[in-house]
């Protein structure tokens, strides 16, 4: 009997080899990070897509069987994140809060935030609150990881504890460590959003797709995470999957721009499309800012203007970023670059001017035409080629139907 007992302890009822536990282990993580961008993230805490009752109780059974979390609390935290993004109030932005405090703590800065009542009372409204949820997932959180325990021991023998604590440490190292951490500190930008957010790769494979954590804070609202065409959504293809056989239904998608003919002068549809396309447009006003500091570092070398040099290195990192969400340092640093070129300068300042066609909110649609036509007159009046070349492919958007 004793001998058996060895023999279970060593291999656990399906004498799996290594690389057998080693595949064990890698899908069933991957598929819980399949069950939190595709449930609690897309569809539960931004509604970008519908899940048929069938998908939906699946990825609840899982995560309550995996991870313990409740739907409402991590819903509720995901969306004041987005609410209070960057400032004292997110529950985990390394801006505010540290890198290494996000990176090493994220599951602690978790679990402080689902404590916090009003949180869930005012940004956990319509999760699920059935019998199922009341009785079971939210009732007894820690049963389903404690039956999965069992499961891998039994299975696995004795090396199922290390399988269950791979399992247990898998979402808070790389959703709540690495995403929270790095997405908002690391990585490539494809558009200005107001917040530190990053993609952290173009190949969204290990984290299901919320690699593009950048893309997914400016169309928060989008089913699919990857919106340039070398980048890669797997969550997205998983959404794809379900709809084929009628378990997902995708809601809204990002916008795609269409470029016509230059129109002479801008009409109501050329502003109803810069408005429906700020976040590409700005993104391609970042990248003239980046150009333009370029060719006034070469001609700062060029002239021998050694004092200028230092001032624009210092804001290479910072001048494509929206002022808003800049840190004082980092304002002062952009400052000092515009006071040394009136390139930057005038850059700088007519971005503001962009900005407010849609941030002004006190003038009506006539208004904010003649207001984007005026700005498109000046810039390409400015002598500066990237604001003519802005200006021109402004008035080539077009509404999408």
Not at 190 to 210: Q, V
Request: aromatic letters at 10%.
């Amino acid at each position: 009997m004793f001998d058996v007992f060895l023999n279970w302890a060593g291999h656990g009822l399906l004498r799996a080899s290594w690389w057998q536990i080693v595949l064990f282990a890698l899908i069933t993580t991957h598929i819980t990070i399949a069950s939190v961008t595709i449930f609690l993230h897309r569809a539960q805490a931004h509604r970008a897509l519908e899940l048929h009752p069938i998908a939906s109780h699946f990825f609840r059974f899982w995560l309550w069987f995996t991870t313990g979390m409740v739907t409402k609390e991590w819903v509720a935290i995901h969306r004041k994140h987005h609410a209070k993004c960057e400032t004292v109030d997110d529950p985990h932005s390394p801006v505010t809060r540290g890198i290494d405090t996000v990176l090493l703590r994220g599951a602690e800065l978790y679990r402080t935030e689902s404590r916090n009542a009003e949180t869930l009372s005012k940004f956990g409204h319509g999760t699920p609150d059935d019998w199922l949820e009341r009785n079971v997932y939210s009732r007894f959180i820690w049963q389903g990881v404690g039956l999965l325990l069992i499961l891998d021991v039994l299975m696995f023998g004795a090396i199922g504890a290390t399988v269950w604590a791979v399992q247990m440490l898998w979402i808070p190292i790389w959703a709540a460590g690495v995403i929270n951490g790095l997405g908002h500190w690391w990585g490539y930008r494809n558009f200005s959003a107001r917040d530190r957010s990053h993609n952290i790769s173009p190949w969204g494979l290990l984290i299901g797709g919320e690699e593009l954590h950048n893309n997914h804070h400016t169309y928060p609202t989008s089913a699919k995470l990857s919106v340039k065409w070398w980048e890669f959504d797997i969550g997205w293809a998983y959404i794809r999957a379900l709809s084929w056989v009628g378990l997902a239904k995708p809601r809204k998608l990002p916008p795609q721009f269409r470029l016509g003919e230059v129109r002479a002068e801008v009409d109501q549809l050329t502003l109803q499309a810069v408005i429906a396309n700020r976040y590409e447009l700005m993104a391609r006003y970042a990248a003239g800012l980046k150009s333009t500091l370029k060719a006034e570092l070469a001609r700062a070398a060029e002239q021998g203007a050694v004092s200028h040099l230092p001032t624009l290195r210092a804001a290479k990192r910072w001048i494509g970023i929206e002022r808003e969400i800049l840190c004082e340092r980092s304002r002062a640093l952009v400052d000092a670059a515009a006071s040394a070129s009136p390139n930057l300068s005038k850059l700088l300042h007519m971005r503001e001017e962009l900005k407010s066609v849609w941030e002004q909110t006190n003038l009506n649609a006539d208004q904010l035409r003649l207001k984007l036509q005026d700005w498109c007159c000046r810039a390409e009046d400015s002598g500066l080629a990237p604001l003519r070349e802005l200006s021109l492919r402004l008035r080539r958007y077009t509404p999408t139907a």
